[in-house]
């Protein structure tokens, strides 16, 4: 399956942003699906996963309360409704597959098929 990342963009901090990422090839309701996170001189971070149905997900501490993942199989799209937005979320952020399908995997290496990214800038 390719993934392509789109809805980054400048935001202050207390806004919000809708991310979007388009799936296409494999059939996509088959796989659950992640959401990292890379700013500038870190390390990819997990940012959130939902499962294949969708009733399942899963987020890092650091965005609970603030950040939702959805996903529309009908349309092949999953999103990340952003809330709240911090200097600190400040990444490029990437959308991927979860090779296991358990939304509990949170490591880089646990998912593949990674879409290129979509930059979201937060100013203070």
């Known amino acids: 399956v390719q993934l392509q990342a789109s809805g980054g963009g400048l935001v202050q901090a207390g806004g919000s942003l809708r991310l979007s990422c388009a799936a296409s090839?494999?059939?996509?309701?088959?796989?659950?699906m992640g959401w990292f996170r890379q700013a500038p001189g870190k390390e990819r971070e997990f940012v959130a996963a939902i499962r294949w149905g969708g009733a399942v997900t899963n987020y890092a501490d650091s965005v609970k309360g603030r950040f939702t993942i959805s996903r529309d199989n009908a349309k092949n799209t999953m999103y990340l409704q952003m809330n709240s937005l911090k200097p600190e979320d400040t990444a490029v952020y990437y959308c991927a597959v979860a090779l296991s399908g358990s939304v509990y995997s949170e490591q880089v290496q646990d998912f593949a098929s990674w879409g290129q990214g979509t930059l979201v800038t937060v100013s203070s």
């Open positions: 090839g494999r059939s996509f309701s088959n796989y659950g």
